[in-house]
């Protein structure tokens, strides 16, 4: 399996930077695919200064059309950054 996973990278997660595959599972009925963001640091939104703080992370479960016959579940685990900017609008406390 190990050597399935960095080919399910490219072919999933081609046009998307920085996205590890972590897991696979096949069942009968169902492919589930499980991936996490590997950036150390992203813009704000707000001001679009860099940021490396995590505040934390989410889930994604982008729908997926079926394939062969089975559906396909992707979970994205997605990083969330806290802007270190003082004069941005969007910074926490």
Same mark, same amino acid.
């Given at each position: 399996m190990n050597e399935v996973l960095p080919k399910?990278?490219?072919l999933l997660f081609s046009s998307v930077e920085?996205?590890?595959v972590e897991s696979?599972?096949?069942t009968d009925v169902v492919v589930r695919v499980g991936?996490?963001?590997t950036a150390g640091q992203a813009p704000?939104?707000?001001c679009g200064c860099w940021s490396g703080r995590i505040h934390g992370s989410? !889930? =994604?479960l982008p729908r997926d059309l079926?394939?062969?016959?089975?559906?396909?579940v992707v979970s !994205? =685990?997605?990083r969330r950054f806290i802007c270190e900017e003082e004069s941005c609008g969007r910074k926490r406390s």
């Amino acid at each position: 399996m190990n050597e399935v996973l960095p080919k399910l990278d490219e072919l999933l997660f081609s046009s998307v930077e920085g996205v590890l595959v972590e897991s696979v599972e096949v069942t009968d009925v169902v492919v589930r695919v499980g991936a996490r963001t590997t950036a150390g640091q992203a813009p704000c939104p707000g001001c679009g200064c860099w940021s490396g703080r995590i505040h934390g992370s989410y !889930l =994604r479960l982008p729908r997926d059309l079926p394939t062969a016959g089975k559906v396909v579940v992707v979970s !994205l =685990r997605v990083r969330r950054f806290i802007c270190e900017e003082e004069s941005c609008g969007r910074k926490r406390s």
